[in-house]
């Protein structure tokens, strides 16, 4: 093989990643967003369940009794305000 055919052959491989580039950043941008994003749902993951531990140990304990509520006929108004809110957003969510 000669100098000369050696360097068409790098020059055509040359040609060909500059023109297929988009297509490949493309492919390399969507792997590192999925790798990106299985990290952070494991993260997530193991967050909410070490949240729902210490929830439920709280609960058993009562050590979130603290949280200041105010009784209005027999429930939490806590609680009634946390449902209005969610019927709210639920509502809102819904496409028309």
Known sequence: MTAKSSSSSTLLVIILLIIT???WIGIIGGLFG???GAIG?????????IGAVFGGIGSVFGIFDWFPTFHLSGFRFFIIVSII???VMM???KKK
């Open 34 to 36: 999925l790798i990106a």
């Open 85 to 87: 809110f969610a019927i």
């Open 21 to 23: 580039f988009p297509f």
């Open 41 to 49: 749902a494991m993260i997530g993951m193991i967050a909410g369940v």
């Open 91 to 93: 509502s809102r969510s």
